[in-house]
């Protein structure tokens, strides 16, 4: 996984991941920017506390357009969430078959793009 992003970062992207680090959102940033073109990827944390922040964060970045519950990101169907159109677009997911976000995150990699501070995972286990 590449993490050298293309300059600049669209004001969308730039925007979703403040919405998600100003929310104290757990996540990962799992995009592949060494794509020619990519979605921004986002792998999210289902836990019931962090999933209450990422709606908010959601609510926010969409001005209320998105209306999912805590509950709606914690449940075991929900799988991923797309918002936006290529090129243009954020893919959000909260369960990775064969990945276990805590052992992720805990072994992820700290980085910044765009003023934002985020992680990494370190392991290539994310499948996309």
């Known amino acids: ?75 075991h169907h929900f799988d991923s969430l797309f918002l936006g159109q290529p090129p243009v677009r954020i893919r959000l997911f909260t369960r990775n078959p064969g990945s276990c976000f805590c052992t992720e995150f805990s072994d992820s990699k700290k980085c910044e793009l765009a003023g934002i501070d985020f992680k990494i995972p370190t392991l290539n286990k994310v499948q996309k």
Not at 61 to 66: K, Q, T, V, Y
């Open 1 to 75: 996984m590449s993490t050298s992003a293309p300059q600049p970062l669209h004001d969308d992207f730039r925007d979703f991941l403040r919405a998600l680090t100003e929310s104290r959102v757990r996540f990962l940033l799992t995009t592949d920017f060494s794509k020619s073109s990519f979605d921004l990827e986002i792998w999210a944390d289902p836990e019931r506390e962090n999933s209450e922040r990422l709606a908010g964060a959601l609510a926010e970045f969409s001005a209320g357009a998105i209306d999912l519950t805590a509950g709606d990101l914690s449940a």
